[in-house]
Structures are given as structure tokens and as C-alpha cells.
């Protein structure tokens, strides 16, 4: 069974930054591409970044790119998303996101296994 758990989200000032993080049970973390999605209410998930299963390649939406930052530590099975500058309009549930390839990929039914989102609330 896989398990991906999403922790540090919460609610924030424009400008601030925080951390999230997701950590992985099962077997499938190193040999997977992780994302970061999003989804606000009334809108569509929507892809936020990525990162192949090595770490060396990474790819963000034009909307948070030079803001966000995604990074993983496979020893501890966790990937990380590193939101700068938040501004009102990232306010969202975040999820991770694992795939069962090297390959990054972008778009949600690429991916294989979910975590159940972490909300980002930020206040103007």
C-alpha cells in the first residue's frame, strides 16, 4: 500500500513563505517522478511543479515559476515544495503527487498514487 502525506499548509499573509511537505510510505518513492498540484474551489486541479525520480530535472507551471521551488530527499522518501512571495491567488488545497517513471510529467493522469492535499490559505 502507498501512502503520500502532505503536511505544512496553513493560513498566511501575501509576501510570506512556507514549506510544504510530503512523505512517502512503500517502496515506490525512489523509483518514481513526484508532483505538486493544486486545486482552488470551483476550478480544476491544476499542475504546480515536478521533479524527476533522480531530483536533477524540475518543471513548474508559469504561475508560481522563480516563486516556488521543489526539491525531494530520497533517503527520507519526501519531497518538498518551497512557496516564496505567496500571493492571494495560491490559495488552494496542495497535492502530491507520485509517478511511476523517471520522466517528469505534468498533467494529473500521468500520476499513480495521491495524497489528500494540504490547504494554503493566503491572505491579502
Known amino acids: 500500500q502507498v501512502q503520500l502525506v502532505e503536511s505544512g499548509g496553513g493560513l498566511v499573509q501575501a509576501g510570506d513563505s512556507l514549506r510544504l511537505s510530503c512523505a512517502a510510505s512503500?517502496?515506490?518513492?525512489?523509483?518514481?517522478?513526484m508532483g505538486w498540484f493544486r486545486q482552488a474551489p470551483g476550478k480544476e486541479r491544476e499542475f504546480v511543479a515536478a521533479?524527476?525520480?533522480?531530483?536533477?530535472?524540475?518543471h513548474y507551471a508559469d504561475s508560481v515559476k522563480g516563486r516556488f521551488t521543489i526539491s525531494r530527499d530520497n533517503a527520507k522518501n519526501t519531497v518538498y515544495l518551497q512557496m516564496n512571495s505567496l500571493k492571494p491567488e495560491d490559495t488552494a488545497v496542495y497535492y502530491c503527487?507520485?509517478?511511476?517513471?523517471?520522466?517528469?510529467?505534468?498533467?494529473?493522469?500521468?500520476?499513480?498514487?495521491w495524497g489528500q492535499g494540504t490547504q494554503v490559505t493566503v491572505s491579502s
Open positions: 503527487a507520485a509517478a511511476n517513471t523517471i520522466l517528469i510529467r505534468t498533467t494529473a493522469p500521468n500520476y499513480d498514487y
Open positions: 512503500g517502496r515506490i518513492f525512489s523509483s518514481s517522478a
Open positions: 521533479i524527476s525520480r533522480s531530483g536533477g530535472n524540475t
